[in-house]
């Protein structure tokens, strides 16, 4: 691969409590003119015995389909960027700094290039390093993550990675199609009294027949696609659409659910083409519309999102050629004021209290040792001339997704969140005062509205 020229830009301003660092901004290559992809695939399914979704819900019994961490790499304009998504509940804090590092070092690039995504299946892994240490000091209490197990998946991870250094081919086109999801995504927090408070929630899973028949909500309806081709060859494909990925969970069977089901479908009928599905802003959104939790629901919604993927590769369209452009931003959130180290570490200590009113604290203590040795939050935008994939932390509301594309409106963003998982809900400002579940497990200040809207302009402007 020749050496491709580049721009340096690397900066710091402060705006607020948030901290900027911009990555390489204006790479040289472009379409057919040195960039180059490879792909890499390697099994993350976990272990018999080992915990789910952070302990809360039963450990692994079995397997039903085998879980995937899925990943291109680009090479050829400045250090190589790494897209890796992997079909977990979510890696965090610690954990996600650590599998960046390792990819990095298997790519040859630096940390801030690579992007780690979960696709947020429940019947997974949720790693979390610190929370795992921080409960394991505590007798009797069941852990989260198998460090060993995670360790292992990160060397599997390196090895496929390099191998796909060495056997990038060249990028002669990009291409981008779109496809509505017809009922899969609904608004979860639909039940509101007259102040506007929520009262109930629709979740993932629903039966409660008043709030089935409430409308879907707030959503982003689109499913979207970005394809890399090599002359007539399809490459790899990214397919973003935003909806908590689960149709049933809890009872130990390991699956990669209806939005893992659909992408293994249609990488079945394209088989030299690597598909990757990513979580958009899902965190106010869910199936529980649509879904009563039975296993025919879950085939229905495979069928459905499967069909949209197929819409969406047949609608393909070509990106405007331009320059690669890997953009990366940090901030620094501020902490929910709820959150206070001596009593989450009472409620941790706390015998007498439920799995998960004794793990959660866990996570939240893990968030605020986090932020005390420094560690920001990474945003990134992957973009090739008009095309965009911008990558998001945690579980943020949809409508941090709908705003990325009206500040780009001339632009194809699609995004991808639940990344860092280490701040676990982002809702908007507006949404705090109004309660409900997702708030109560924000562990940012609502400050993290304008922090994150900040960081998405910089990186799509």
Same mark, same amino acid.
């Given at each position: 691969?020749?050496?491709?020229?580049?721009?340096?830009?690397?900066?710091?301003? &402060?705006?607020? @409590?948030?901290?900027?660092?911009?990555?390489? /901004?204006? $790479?040289?290559?472009? !379409?057919? =003119?040195? %960039?180059?992809?490879?792909?890499?695939?390697?099994?993350?399914?976990?272990?018999?015995?080992?915990?789910?979704?952070?302990?809360?819900?039963?450990?692994?019994?079995?397997?039903?389909?085998?879980?995937?961490?899925?990943?291109?790499?680009?090479?050829?304009?400045?250090?190589?960027?790494?897209?890796?998504?992997?079909?977990?509940?979510?890696?965090?804090?610690?954990?996600?700094?650590?599998?960046?590092?390792?990819?990095?070092?298997?790519?040859?690039?630096?940390?801030?290039?690579?992007?780690?995504?979960?696709?947020?299946?429940?019947? &997974?892994?949720? @790693?979390?390093?610190?929370?795992?240490?921080? /409960?394991? $000091?505590?007798?009797? !209490?069941? =852990?989260? %993550?198998?460090?060993?197990?995670?360790?292992?998946?990160?060397?599997?991870?390196?090895?496929?990675?390099?191998?796909?250094?060495?056997?990038?081919?060249?990028?002669?086109?990009?291409?981008?199609?779109?496809?509505?999801?017809?009922?899969?995504?609904?608004?979860?927090?639909?039940?509101?009294?007259?102040?506007?408070?929520?009262?109930?929630?629709?979740?993932?899973?629903?039966?409660?027949?008043?709030?089935?028949?409430?409308?879907?909500?707030?959503?982003?309806?689109?499913?979207?696609?970005?394809?890399?081709?090599?002359?007539?060859?399809?490459?790899?494909?990214?397919?973003?659409?935003?909806?908590?990925?689960?149709?049933?969970?809890?009872?130990?069977?390991?699956?990669?659910?209806?939005?893992?089901?659909?992408?293994?479908?249609?990488?079945?009928?394209?088989?030299?083409?690597?598909?990757?599905?990513?979580?958009?802003?899902?965190?106010?959104?869910?199936?529980?519309?649509?879904?009563?939790?039975?296993?025919?629901?879950?085939?229905?919604?495979?069928?459905?999102?499967?069909?949209?993927?197929?819409?969406?590769?047949?609608?393909?369209?070509?990106?405007?050629?331009?320059?690669?452009?890997?953009?990366?931003?940090?901030?620094?959130?501020?902490?929910?004021?709820?959150?206070?180290?001596?009593?989450?570490?009472?409620?941790?200590?706390?015998?007498?209290?439920?799995?998960?009113?004794?793990?959660?604290?866990?996570?939240?203590?893990?968030?605020?040792?986090?932020?005390?040795?420094?560690?920001?939050?990474?945003?990134?935008?992957?973009?090739?001339?008009?095309?965009?994939?911008?990558?998001?932390?945690?579980?943020?509301?949809?409508?941090?997704?709908?705003?990325?594309?009206?500040?780009?409106?001339?632009?194809?963003?699609?995004?991808?969140?639940?990344?860092?998982?280490?701040?676990?809900?982002?809702?908007?400002?507006?949404?705090?005062?109004?309660?409900?579940?997702?708030?109560?497990?924000?562990?940012?200040?609502?400050?993290?509205?304008?922090?994150?809207?900040?960081?998405?302009?910089?990186?799509?402007?």
């Amino acid at each position: 691969m020749p050496q491709i020229s580049r721009r340096h830009i690397m900066g710091a301003t &402060a705006l607020g @409590a948030a901290h900027w660092s911009l990555g390489d /901004l204006s $790479a040289s290559a472009t !379409l057919g =003119g040195g %960039l180059a992809l490879g792909t890499f695939r390697f099994d993350v399914t976990p272990p018999l015995g080992h915990p789910c979704c952070g302990g809360w819900i039963s450990p692994v019994k079995s397997v039903e389909d085998p879980l995937e961490g899925l990943g291109i790499v680009l090479v050829g304009a400045g250090k190589p960027v790494v897209l890796c998504v992997v079909d977990w509940t979510g890696i965090l804090n610690g954990a996600h700094l650590a599998w960046r590092e390792a990819l990095a070092q298997a790519a040859g690039t630096t940390p801030e290039r690579v992007l780690v995504h979960c696709v947020h299946q429940h019947d &997974a892994p949720f @790693a979390c390093l610190e929370t795992q240490k921080i /409960l394991a $000091a505590q007798e009797g !209490l069941a =852990g989260t %993550l198998w460090p060993d197990f995670n360790q292992r998946v990160i060397s599997r991870a390196q090895g496929a990675l390099a191998l796909a250094v060495q056997a990038a081919e060249p990028v002669t086109r990009m291409a981008r199609g779109s496809a509505r999801v017809e009922r899969v995504a609904s608004n979860r927090r639909m039940d509101r009294d007259a102040t506007g408070k929520v009262k109930s929630m629709r979740g993932s899973a629903c039966k409660d027949e008043r709030l089935i028949a409430m409308p879907e909500g707030t959503i982003d309806p689109e499913l979207k696609t970005i394809a890399f081709f090599s002359g007539a060859r399809r490459l790899a494909c990214l397919h973003t659409y935003a909806t908590h990925p689960m149709s049933h969970y809890g009872q130990g069977k390991v699956s990669s659910d209806f939005a893992g089901l659909a992408r293994k479908r249609v990488q079945a009928a394209d088989p030299g083409c690597l598909h990757l599905y990513l979580t958009g802003c899902a965190g106010n959104l869910a199936a529980g519309k649509y879904n009563d939790g039975t296993p025919r629901a879950r085939a229905e919604l495979t069928d459905r999102l499967a069909a949209a993927m197929t819409r969406s590769l047949a609608t393909l369209l070509p990106g405007a050629v331009g320059q690669f452009d890997f953009r990366s931003v940090e901030i620094r959130p501020g902490i929910n004021a709820g959150l206070v180290a001596e009593r989450l570490r009472e409620q941790i200590a706390n015998r007498k209290g439920t799995l998960a009113g004794r793990s959660r604290p866990g996570f939240e203590l893990a968030w605020l040792e986090r932020l005390s040795r420094g560690q920001p939050i990474v945003l990134g935008a992957l973009q090739l001339g008009d095309l965009c994939l911008l990558s998001l932390p945690g579980e943020c509301f949809v409508e941090y997704q709908l705003q990325a594309q009206k500040i780009a409106p001339n632009r194809f963003v699609a995004t991808a969140a639940y990344g860092d998982g280490g701040p676990w809900y982002i809702p908007t400002r507006q949404e705090y005062p109004c309660g409900g579940y997702e708030v109560s497990v924000a562990f940012c200040q609502p400050g993290v509205e304008e922090l994150l809207t900040g960081g998405i302009r910089k990186l799509l402007l």
